[in-house]
């Protein structure tokens, strides 16, 4: 019985492994093995409550080589990576051995980034069954990461002969034939396969090749046709939500998730997993409120369901740390990891919780163990050692970098992380090279127009005069709180400052909020009009109104702190919405050398990179994104003179007591001695500077850009243009395309 469940398990047959379990599992758990292969079962499903702890397991009562393989399978699970390969070593020596024992220890060294290791050892697990074919799949997949595509192909093929529903080998084989540059070959395959068979997987693979080619649109178009044709299938909708998500379309996939959650009638009544059908959607439905800012809604449903998910515990967590509560989201993923101790997305997600609030050396020992595991850990395991890298670190980065197997965001991330090493090596040239190569990879995926943000701000100049101003001014929200605006172009030091005057004992740091211009979003509803036009509109209602929607959503988040600070840094758009609508709100801008600034978003890769952020990832972009805001800026300047304060980036680094004095005077603030001690704040940080603000003061970012002059001149050449209006045939086609800056944008309630 026991060997049966091990050949199961290693054929992935965990169904029947269930029945097996339920039916015998007191017998199971008196002998050692049966113990061992029932860890192995929870880790793997997490459908039993509890696991035999790895203590009670004791490996010197093995005596054969399928005992030693699965040991090495259960201390692999576990992340001991190490007991994991010497088990394996040792099962090989056994003359019963069978495949599985090649095939794993190849994955532990393929995971490790060593290839030829795990080659050598995948051949030989072919040798002993030559139709395994998982192992012939990762072979593909091993020989796609060394851009060696004929062979690749190869071994795919090798899979569909044996099995052509293989999870995942269509789209390795689409990744091989876009590196060949023929992958439309592919995709006009699949249509005319649909044409003649028109069935379900075919639809999902299609969906899953289009996404692959950068073509979400239609993507996401075939797999609408799917679903409507294939309403049962679970398998399609998820495939839909995700290539909805990918788009950054958040907005489209929680409508259709609580549309699908409202009418359960195309779920079949005999479906067997049903419940847990319905558990995923909601979970999905759930991720989609929080991206959105619905966090109460998200709450209450979570708070309804079982906690039988890993993704209950990263979602709750998530809700924390919008909330600032790093502790309690730590804790709630401590609870996820004693349920699911080798998921690796609550491994990731407690890595990222302890950075974010300040425990790095926490954070670094769960970072390694991820690392371990899972090869594209190293990127933020190289991060939290300040980028300082061992040369197999470097191997492996630039390893992820040129793997077409992988997202084009994963590749991008090595990309940067890879930058930052060398920068730190001071080889100036191959960094910058690298970090081309990661903003051209991330530019694949979005879909950007430095003409929307011009249009926007040329309409904004337009409708906020004097006399509007004149008109409006003090009409606003009274709020008994004090909203501080920390506002500039990103990397212009709008983290820092908000940490400076968050860790003042009156401040609350709210972090980046939506809600602003989520405001700008709801105009057309009241007034009938698009945001900035709509403003021609207002009245003291509508601004009282609006000021109190921006108040009650911060007093959700905290509702005691007197003061608060919203650090979103594209509010620069919206100063004028701002205070007209809060009266007594304190504006600080900060300003930084242009170049500077340019360097660093081209340095960054943002996480937002599908809304306003998308500038980001081109030079020219982020020159015609700084004259923006040099335009706006000196509009705002001139309608609101004393109402701004200037905080300059670089005085700041130089003269930090001074200046924060003067800023504590300007929000009027009493001085606190502590808001110089930032550093050792424990509320979390979200952003990008999520390092750097644990850390002291620092000049070293001041003129950073000379080292890179050459590289630069498209900025340059852009800034030197200056601001210049669009055409009226270029207004023309931007007045119905553009959406207000930085909204995240949805009805999910």
Same mark, same amino acid.
């Given at each position: 019985?026991?060997?049966?469940?091990?050949?199961?398990?290693?054929?992935?047959?965990?169904?029947?492994?269930?029945?097996?379990?339920?039916?015998?599992?007191?017998?199971?758990?008196?002998?050692?093995?049966?113990?061992?292969?029932?860890?192995?079962?929870? #880790?793997?499903?997490?459908?039993?409550?509890?696991?035999?702890?790895?203590?009670?397991?004791? *490996? =010197?009562?093995?005596?054969?080589?399928?005992?030693?393989?699965?040991?090495?399978?259960?201390?692999?699970?576990?992340?001991?990576?190490?007991?994991?390969?010497?088990?394996?070593?040792?099962?090989?020596?056994?003359?019963?051995?069978?495949?599985?024992?090649?095939?794993?220890?190849? !994955?532990?060294?393929?995971?490790?980034?060593?290839?030829?290791?795990?080659?050598?050892?995948?051949?030989?697990?072919?040798?002993?069954?030559?139709?395994?074919?998982?192992?012939?799949?990762?072979?593909?997949?091993?020989?796609?990461?060394?851009?060696?595509?004929?062979?690749?192909?190869?071994?795919?093929?090798?899979?569909?002969?044996?099995?052509?529903?293989?999870?995942?080998?269509?789209?390795?084989?689409?990744?091989?034939?876009?590196?060949?540059?023929?992958?439309?070959? &592919?995709?006009?395959?699949?249509?005319?396969?649909?044409?003649?068979?028109?069935? *379900?997987?075919?639809?999902?693979?299609?969906?899953?090749?289009?996404?692959?080619?950068?073509?979400?649109?239609?993507?996401?178009?075939?797999?609408?046709?799917?679903?409507?044709?294939?309403?049962?299938? &679970?398998? #399609?909708?998820?495939?839909?939500?995700?290539?909805?998500?990918?788009?950054?379309?958040?907005?489209?996939?929680?409508?259709?998730?609580?549309?699908?959650?409202?009418?359960?009638?195309?779920?079949?009544?005999?479906?067997?997993?049903?419940?847990?059908?319905?558990?995923?959607?909601?979970?999905?439905?759930?991720?989609?409120?929080?991206?959105?800012?619905?966090?109460?809604? !998200?709450?209450?449903?979570?708070?309804?369901?079982?906690?039988?998910?890993?993704?209950?515990?990263?979602?709750?967590?998530?809700? /924390?740390?919008?909330?600032?509560?790093?502790?309690?989201?730590?804790?709630?993923?401590?609870?996820?990891?004693?349920?699911? $101790?080798?998921?690796?997305?609550?491994?990731?997600?407690?890595?990222?919780?302890?950075?974010? &609030?300040?425990?790095?050396?926490?954070?670094?020992?769960?970072?390694?163990?991820?690392?371990?595991?899972?090869?594209?850990?190293?990127?933020?395991?190289?991060?939290?050692?300040?980028?300082?890298?061992?040369?197999?670190?470097?191997?492996?980065?630039?390893?992820?970098?040129?793997?077409?197997?992988?997202?084009?965001?994963?590749?991008?991330?090595?990309?940067?992380?890879?930058?930052?090493?060398?920068?730190?090596?001071?080889?100036?040239?191959?960094?910058?090279?690298?970090?081309?190569?990661?903003?051209?990879?991330?530019?694949?995926?979005?879909? /950007?127009?430095?003409?929307?943000? =011009?249009?926007? &701000?040329?309409?904004?100049?337009?409708?906020?005069?004097?006399?509007?101003?004149?008109?409006?001014?003090?009409?606003?929200?009274?709020?008994?709180?004090?909203?501080?605006?920390?506002?500039?172009?990103?990397?212009?030091?709008?983290?820092?400052?908000?940490?400076?005057?968050?860790?003042?004992?009156?401040?609350?740091?709210?972090?980046?909020?939506?809600?602003?211009? =989520?405001?700008?979003?709801?105009?057309?509803?009241?007034?009938?009009?698009?945001? $900035?036009?709509?403003?021609?509109?207002?009245?003291?209602?509508?601004?009282?109104?609006?000021?109190?929607?921006?108040?009650? =959503?911060?007093?959700?988040?905290?509702?005691?702190?007197?003061?608060?600070?919203?650090?979103?840094?594209?509010?620069?758009?919206?100063?004028?919405?701002?205070?007209?609508?809060?009266?007594? !709100?304190?504006?600080?801008?900060?300003?930084?050398?242009?170049?500077?600034?340019?360097?660093?978003?081209?340095?960054?890769?943002?996480?937002?990179?599908?809304?306003?952020?998308?500038?980001?990832?081109?030079?020219?972009?982020?020159?015609?994104? #700084?004259?923006?805001?040099?335009?706006?800026?000196?509009?705002?300047?001139?309608?609101? *003179?004393?109402?701004?304060?200037?905080?300059? /980036?670089?005085?700041?680094?130089?003269?930090?007591?001074?200046?924060?004095?003067?800023?504590?005077?300007?929000?009027?603030?009493?001085?606190?001695?502590?808001?110089?001690?930032?550093?050792?704040?424990?509320?979390?940080?979200?952003?990008?500077?999520?390092?750097?603000?644990?850390?002291?003061?620092?000049?070293?970012?001041?003129?950073?850009?000379?080292? /890179?002059?050459?590289?630069?001149?498209?900025?340059?050449?852009?800034?030197?243009?200056?601001?210049?209006? #669009?055409?009226?045939?270029? !207004?023309?086609?931007?007045?119905?395309?553009?959406?207000?800056?930085?909204?995240?944008?949805?009805?999910?309630?």
């Amino acid at each position: 019985m026991l060997k049966q469940i091990h050949n199961l398990i290693k054929d992935k047959k965990l169904d029947e492994v269930e029945e097996i379990i339920k039916q015998k599992k007191e017998i199971i758990l008196e002998d050692n093995y049966g113990k061992l292969l029932y860890t192995i079962f929870v #880790l793997l499903t997490g459908k039993e409550k509890d696991h035999t702890p790895i203590s009670d397991i004791d *490996p =010197r009562l093995f005596s054969s080589s399928i005992e030693f393989s699965d040991w090495g399978l259960l201390n692999f699970l576990l992340g001991n990576i190490e007991e994991a390969k010497s088990a394996l070593r040792k099962a090989t020596e056994f003359p019963d051995i069978d495949e599985a024992v090649w095939a794993r220890l190849g !994955a532990i060294h393929f995971s490790q980034g060593k290839l030829e290791d795990a080659r050598y050892c995948w051949e030989r697990s072919l040798e002993i069954k030559a139709d395994r074919v998982e192992v012939l799949y990762n072979l593909g997949v091993l020989y796609l990461n060394r851009n060696e595509i004929e062979k690749a192909i190869d071994y795919f093929n090798r899979v569909i002969s044996i099995n052509p529903d293989f999870p995942k080998v269509e789209e390795k084989i689409a990744l091989a034939y876009l590196q060949l540059k023929r992958i439309d070959e &592919i995709i006009e395959e699949f249509y005319q396969k649909i044409e003649k068979e028109n069935k *379900p997987d075919l639809y999902l693979n299609l969906g899953n090749i289009l996404s692959i080619a950068g073509r979400f649109s239609e993507a996401i178009s075939i797999l609408y046709e799917a679903v409507n044709k294939y309403p049962n299938d &679970i398998r #399609l909708r998820m495939k839909l939500i995700e290539a909805l998500k990918e788009n950054k379309n958040i907005n489209r996939a929680g409508t259709l998730l609580k549309e699908w959650l409202e009418d359960l009638s195309w779920i079949k009544d005999k479906e067997e997993k049903k419940d847990e059908i319905i558990d995923m959607l909601k979970l999905e439905l759930n991720e989609c409120r929080i991206e959105a800012g619905f966090i109460d809604t !998200a709450e209450e449903d979570l708070d309804q369901m079982k906690k039988d998910y890993p993704k209950w515990y990263i979602l709750k967590s998530n809700i /924390y740390m919008e909330r600032n509560r790093g502790e309690e989201a730590k804790e709630v993923i401590e609870q996820g990891l004693d349920k699911f $101790p080798s998921d690796i997305n609550l491994l990731q997600r407690l890595a990222h919780v302890l950075t974010s &609030i300040g425990e790095i050396e926490k954070a670094k020992k769960e970072q390694k163990k991820l690392t371990s595991i899972n090869p594209a850990s190293v990127i933020n395991q190289v991060e939290m050692n300040e980028y300082d890298a061992t040369d197999e670190e470097i191997e492996s980065l630039f390893l992820l970098l040129n793997s077409i197997v992988l997202p084009p965001q994963t590749r991008a991330s090595a990309g940067f992380t890879l930058h930052r090493v060398l920068e730190k090596k001071k080889e100036y040239d191959l960094a910058f090279e690298v970090l081309t190569v990661a903003n051209e990879l991330i530019k694949q995926t979005i879909d /950007y127009d430095w003409r929307e943000h =011009r249009y926007m &701000i040329e309409k904004t100049i337009e409708v906020f005069t004097p006399e509007l101003v004149e008109k409006l001014k003090g009409l606003g929200y009274a709020s008994k709180r004090t909203p501080i605006f920390v506002l500039g172009m990103p990397r212009s030091g709008t983290t820092l400052t908000e940490q400076i005057i968050g860790s003042h004992s009156l401040v609350y740091p709210a972090g980046e909020l939506s809600f602003i211009p =989520r405001l700008t979003h709801l105009m057309p509803k009241v007034v009938k009009k698009r945001w $900035p036009e709509a403003m021609l509109e207002m009245d003291e209602k509508l601004l009282k109104d609006a000021g109190g929607y921006y108040c009650e =959503r911060v007093k959700k988040l905290n509702d005691t702190s007197p003061f608060f600070v919203d650090k979103l840094p594209h509010n620069f758009d919206y100063i004028g919405l701002i205070l007209l609508i809060l009266p007594n !709100a304190k504006i600080i801008h900060l300003k930084r050398n242009d170049m500077d600034v340019a360097l660093s978003n081209y340095q960054q890769n943002f996480a937002a990179a599908h809304g306003t952020m998308g500038f980001a990832f081109d030079l020219r972009w982020i020159g015609h994104m #700084l004259n923006d805001h040099k335009a706006i800026m000196d509009h705002w300047k001139k309608l609101f *003179p004393e109402r701004i304060y200037e905080l300059n /980036y670089e005085r700041l680094t130089t003269e930090p007591e001074d200046v924060i004095r003067d800023v504590l005077d300007f929000c009027e603030l009493p001085w606190e001695v502590s808001v110089l001690e930032f550093y050792h704040t424990k509320r979390p940080v979200k952003t990008a500077s999520i390092t750097q603000v644990r850390q002291k003061i620092y000049k070293s970012s001041v003129e950073k850009w000379r080292r /890179y002059e050459k590289y630069l001149t498209p900025v340059i050449e852009i800034l030197n243009d200056g601001f210049k209006s #669009l055409g009226d045939k270029e !207004a023309l086609i931007y007045q119905d395309s553009v959406k207000p800056s930085g909204f995240l944008g949805v009805t999910i309630v």
